[in-house]
């Protein structure tokens, strides 16, 4: 079963415009993780955020993380083509225990 | 240094028939992991490996899928016979474990199958 849910299915804007995409989670985690799945390729990891963190930048990403909604999102600040592409959150729940569960993503499309 | 390793990219067969999928891993990553992805959703983990022992296959069709490791290195997934559903994106992905103590997953192109 997919433990995330992504939030909007689909979002388009312009280039240049910041985009954000939510992330919704049943079941307590040790760590949230962003991918990036371009069109025909695998998926690509991006960041991972800790249960006991609240906020993490990487470049023009920034992740957030409310443990007590059970919820995190995904910033893309500056946007560019090139980030058109499936995002997919994924929660691990064990430490240690390496499995990760996927949620059904967003596709993220940049308007040249 | 080299990424994940899958062939065939693109298979077509027809349905009841047999199909084989290779995976080579990253040299030194223990663990690896084979996911189903449908047309729109997310990867599905079918099963996962540690070295060349299985350590969850809970969601494996076991009687039409397969898999093995041998030697701890390269994975085959089969499926036989096949069925229409099994139309997908079949990824394969080995983890690495980060400085502090979590896992994050690198990803093959996967090797999209349509069943016929």
């Known amino acids: 079963s997919q433990q995330g849910e992504e939030d909007p299915q689909a979002l388009s804007i312009q280039e240049g415009e910041n985009a954000t995409m939510n992330c919704s989670y049943k079941?307590?985690?040790?760590?949230l993780q962003w991918y990036r799945q371009n069109s025909g390729r695998g998926l690509v990891h991006l960041i991972l955020?800790?249960?006991?963190?609240r906020e993490k930048h990487s470049g023009r990403l920034r992740v957030t993380l409310d443990t007590s909604k059970k919820s995190s999102s995904l910033l893309i600040t500056a946007s560019r083509a090139a980030d058109t592409a499936s995002y997919f959150c994924a929660t691990d729940p064990n430490f240690g225990n390496e499995k990760l569960t996927f949620g059904t993503g967003t596709r993220l499309t940049i308007i040249p | 240094e080299a990424g994940v390793a899958q062939s065939p990219r693109y298979k077509i067969i027809e349905k009841r028939q047999s199909v084989a999928f290779w995976c080579n891993p990253i040299?030194?990553?223990?663990?690896l992991y084979w996911y189903q992805q449908i047309l729109g959703q997310g990867p599905k983990l079918l099963i996962q490996?540690?070295?060349?022992?299985?350590?969850?296959d809970s969601q494996l069709p076991k009687d039409r899928f397969s898999a093995e490791r041998l030697k701890g290195v390269d994975s085959t997934l089969k499926i036989q016979p096949a069925k229409l559903e099994d139309s997908a994106v079949y990824l394969c992905?080995?983890?690495?474990?980060?400085?502090?103590?979590?896992?994050?997953?690198?990803f093959g192109p996967g090797t999209r199958l349509l069943v016929l």
């Open positions: 490996f540690q070295n060349n022992g299985v350590v969850d």
């Open positions: 040299s030194g990553h223990a663990t």
């Open positions: 079941t307590s985690i040790n760590n």
């Open positions: 955020i800790r249960s006991n963190e």
């Open positions: 992905a080995s983890s690495t474990r980060l400085a502090g103590g979590e896992e994050t997953q690198y």
